[in-house]
C-alpha cells in the first residue's frame, strides 16, 4: 500500500459526498450476485461505488483477449483530474497485484479525499483487471480503513462464480481452495463472533486439535472472542486471562510462538521460551501450545491460539498450515467487524478513530485547535461573569405636583403650556365666575333688605320680626363669603417652582370640569427619579442597592448610574404583561435629562457561570413546560 499526500486538483467539478458506508447491505449485494462474469464486475463495481459515496470510479478488466472500461459516480466522464488519477493507481494495483491509494489533504475550501484501487484476481492468480474509486478520507487512518475495506470487497467480488478469464500461476497451487472459499462466504454470516466460532470449530476437526481459541485485536490488545466447545467466553475467568495473556505476546512479538517440550519426529522444535506462553502450557497441564497471528498488509487483526495433546507436538509444516487457512480471513473478519458494530459503537469507534487522528503528531494545528476549543469549554463551565438584567426605564420627577379643579364649573383661560417652567404663585389657569358673580349680588340684594327690615322691626320695638331679619342677615353673610371664596380660588396657581406637566391643555378651555378633576402636574425643580420595570421573570434577582447603569433614547451614549431604592412587592399590569416597579433616585442629574424620557437599564445581578447564563432561560422553561405535563 502507498500513501501520498499532495494538494487536490483544481479542475474536479462535484465535491466528494462524506456519507457513511452501509458495509453490510455491500457485502451481501455482492455475495448474491449470480450472473456472467462481465455482468457480475460491473454490478459489483456499482455496489462498491454506492458504498464508498465515490463521486467518480473506473472499472477496467480483460474479456476475450480486450480491455472492457466502465466508468461511476455522480462526476463528469469527462472530468480529466479525477481520470488522471484514477489511471495512474489502476494499473499500479494491477501489474503489482496489491491494493494502493493516494491521499489528498485539504486545500482551502475543499474537503480532503482519497483515490483508492484494488486489483481483480483470483487467490494466487495474476490481476486480470483492477477497481479505483475516489471517497471522502479525513485522515491517514480511515485512508488506512477504507482501502482495507476496499481490498475485501474486491476480494468476496471476484470469489463469485467461474473462474475469471486468466490463467493461474503455479504459485496458485500453493493457497488452499477452502481458504479462497472462505473470504466469500464471510459476508454469510450476520456477526463477527458467528463467523469466529465457525473458524475456530472448522480448524479444530481439520488439525485435530484439543482446543482453539480466538482472539481479536483492539487498541492494541487482545481479547478471547470465543474458544471451540465453548459457547459462552467469561472474561473474568483465571483461565482466559491467562489465554489473553499468551495471545498479547504473541501480538507484541507479530510471529508465531510455540511452546512445547521436544519431540523426535520434530526435527525443527519450536519451543521460544516465551514466559506467557510458559505460564499457559503449564496452566492446562503442559501441553503444546502455540499462537498464530492473522494479519492484513502487515497488521495483526486477530491471534488464534492451539493446543495440542501432550503426545502430538506442533511442527512449523502445521503452523504453517494454519497461517495459510486464516490469513487469506482476514479482509473478512475486518469487514465484518465494521459492519456488525451498532449505532453506539459505531459513534465510539468514530471517537476512538478521530482522537488517535487528532494526537497524531503530525496533526499540530488541529491539536491547538482542539486545546482552544477545550479552553473555551472549560471557561464557559466553570468561569464566572457578571449577571445583568436589562430592563425598560423612564426618567420621572422626583416631586410631583397634582393640580386639580376647585369647583365644578367652565374653564374661561389657560396661561400655560405642557413643559413650561413656572414659578410659585403663577397663574395657571382661571374658571368662568359670571354665575358665581351674580350669586354674590344676590346675596348682596338680599343681605339689603334683610337689614332693612331688621331696623324697621328695631323701630316699632317688634323684637320677634328684628330677630328673623337678623337670622337673614347673618345666612347672606355666610353665603357672600362662601362666593367670594369661590371666586378668589377660580384663579388657579402654581404651588411650587416647577414644569408643567400635562397633554395639550389649551383644548379644555371652555370644557365644563367636576369638582376635584385633574387639570395638570407641576413636576417640582429638584431632582428626577428612575423607574423601571422588571419583567416577572427576573424579579426573582433583582433586589434593593443593586447597582444600575441606564442611557436614555435621546443620548444612547451617554451613560449614568444610580442604584435601586425601592422595590414594589406586588406586579402591575404594563403591555399586555406582570412587571414590577423599581425606582432609583437621580440626586445629581445632567441638565440635558428630562422627566419623560425612556431607555434601557441595566440591574448587576452578582456573579453567575457561563454556562448558566447562556442556558438557565431555556431550562426555567423546560422545567415550566415539564410540570405543566
Known amino acids: 500500500m502507498s500513501v501520498t499526500a499532495a494538494s487536490p486538483p483544481a479542475t474536479p467539478t462535484s465535491a466528494v459526498d462524506t456519507t457513511p458506508p452501509s458495509l453490510a447491505q455491500t457485502t451481501h449485494a455482492i455475495v448474491s450476485l449470480r450472473c456472467a462474469d462481465d455482468e457480475r464486475w460491473l454490478r459489483g463495481f456499482r455496489a462498491i461505488l454506492e458504498c464508498f459515496a465515490a463521486p467518480f470510479g473506473l472499472l477496467q478488466f480483460d474479456h476475450h483477449s480486450q480491455t472492457v472500461e466502465h466508468t461511476g459516480g455522480n462526476a463528469r466522464e469527462q472530468d480529466t483530474a479525477w481520470r488522471k488519477l484514477s489511471d495512474g493507481l489502476l494499473l499500479n494495483a494491477r501489474y503489482r497485484n496489491h491494493p494502493c491509494g493516494q491521499l489528498f489533504e485539504s486545500g482551502g475550501s475543499r474537503r480532503p479525499f482519497a483515490v483508492l484501487a484494488a486489483p481483480l484476481s483470483r487467490a494466487g492468480g495474476e490481476a486480470f483487471g483492477s477497481i479505483s474509486v475516489v471517497t471522502a478520507c479525513p485522515d491517514a487512518t480511515t485512508f488506512a480503513l477504507k482501502l482495507a475495506e476496499l481490498e475485501a470487497l474486491t476480494t468476496l467480488l471476484t470469489h463469485q462464480g467461474p473462474a475469471a478469464p486468466v490463467a493461474p500461476t503455479p504459485s496458485s497451487t500453493s493457497t488452499p481452495a477452502s481458504s479462497t472459499a472462505s473470504v466469500s462466504k464471510a459476508a454469510e454470516y450476520e456477526s463477527l463472533h458467528e463467523f469466529a466460532f465457525a473458524i475456530v470449530n472448522n480448524l479444530k476437526g481439520k488439525m485435530n486439535c484439543d482446543q482453539v481459541a480466538f482472539g481479536w485485536v483492539k487498541n492494541k490488545q487482545a481479547k478471547v472472542l470465543c474458544l471451540s466447545g ?94 495459510e487457512l486464516v490469513n487469506p480471513l482476514a479482509p473478512g473478519l475486518r469487514l465484518l467487524a465494521r459492519a456488525d458494530r451498532s449505532v453506539p459503537r459505531h459513534l465510539l469507534d468514530t471517537t476512538t478513530t478521530f482522537t488517535h487522528a487528532l494526537l497524531s503528531p503530525s496533526n499540530r494545528v488541529s491539536q491547538i485547535t482542539a486545546v482552544l476549543l477545550a479552553a473555551v469549554i472549560g471557561w464557559a463551565t466553570f468561569g464566572t461573569l457578571p449577571h445583568t438584567l436589562t430592563v425598560p426605564c423612564e426618567t420621572i420627577p422626583t416631586d410631583l405636583r397634582d393640580i386639580s379643579i376647585p369647583f365644578s364649573g367652565t374653564l374661561d383661560r389657560i396661561c400655560v403650556r405642557a413643559g413650561q417652567f413656572v414659578r410659585q404663585g403663577q397663574l395657571l389657569a382661571s374658571m368662568q365666575t359670571s354665575l358665581l358673580e351674580a350669586d354674590r349680588d344676590k346675596e348682596l340684594a338680599a343681605m339689603r333688605l334683610a337689614t332693612i327690615e331688621m331696623n324697621d322691626a328695631m323701630q316699632r320695638n317688634d323684637a320677634n320680626t328684628a330677630g328673623q331679619a337678623q337670622a337673614r342677615v347673618e345666612m347672606a353673610r355666610a353665603q357672600l363669603k362662601l362666593i367670594e371664596t369661590r371666586i378668589a380660588a377660580s384663579q388657579i396657581v402654581s404651588p411650587a417652582d416647577g414644569v408643567i406637566v400635562g397633554d395639550h391643555l389649551e383644548r379644555r378651555v371652555g370644557a365644563t370640569v367636576p369638582l376635584g378633576e385633574s387639570f395638570c402636574n407641576v413636576a417640582v425643580d429638584g431632582g428626577l427619579t428612575l423607574k423601571l420595570l422588571i419583567p416577572e421573570r427576573q424579579i426573582a434577582y433583582a433586589d434593593t442597592g443593586q447597582q444600575v447603569n441606564f442611557a436614555v433614547e435621546a443620548k444612547p451614549d451617554q451613560r449614568a448610574a444610580c442604584q435601586v431604592d425601592w422595590l414594589s412587592e406586588s406586579a402591575v399590569a404594563a403591555d399586555g404583561r406582570n412587571v414590577f416597579v423599581a425606582e432609583c433616585q437621580l440626586a445629581e442629574s445632567d441638565a440635558w435629562l428630562k422627566a419623560g424620557m425612556t431607555g434601557t437599564a441595566r440591574i448587576e445581578a452578582g456573579r453567575q457561570r457561563i454556562a448558566w447564563l447562556w442556558f438557565h432561560r431555556l431550562l426555567d422553561w423546560l422545567r415550566i413546560q415539564t410540570w405543566k405535563l
Not at 260 to 282: K, N, V
Not at 300 to 322: E, G, H, M, T
Open 230 to 323: 465453548f459457547y459462552h467466553v467469561y472474561p473474568r475467568s483465571p483461565g482466559v486471562r491467562v489465554l489473553e495473556q499468551a495471545m498479547s505476546e504473541c501480538l507484541d512479538a507479530g510471529v508465531p510462538i510455540c511452546c512445547q517440550q521436544d519431540a523426535q519426529y520434530s526435527t525443527d522444535p519450536l519451543s521460544s521460551g516465551h514466559a506467557l506462553h510458559r505460564m499457559w502450557r503449564a496452566d492446562v497441564g503442559n501441553v503444546p501450545v502455540a499462537s498464530v497471528p492473522i494479519t492484513v498488509q502487515g497488521e495483526c487483526v486477530a491471534i488464534l491460539s492451539l493446543r495440542n495433546p501432550l503426545d502430538r507436538p506442533f511442527s512449523k509444516d502445521q503452523l504453517q498450515k494454519v497461517m
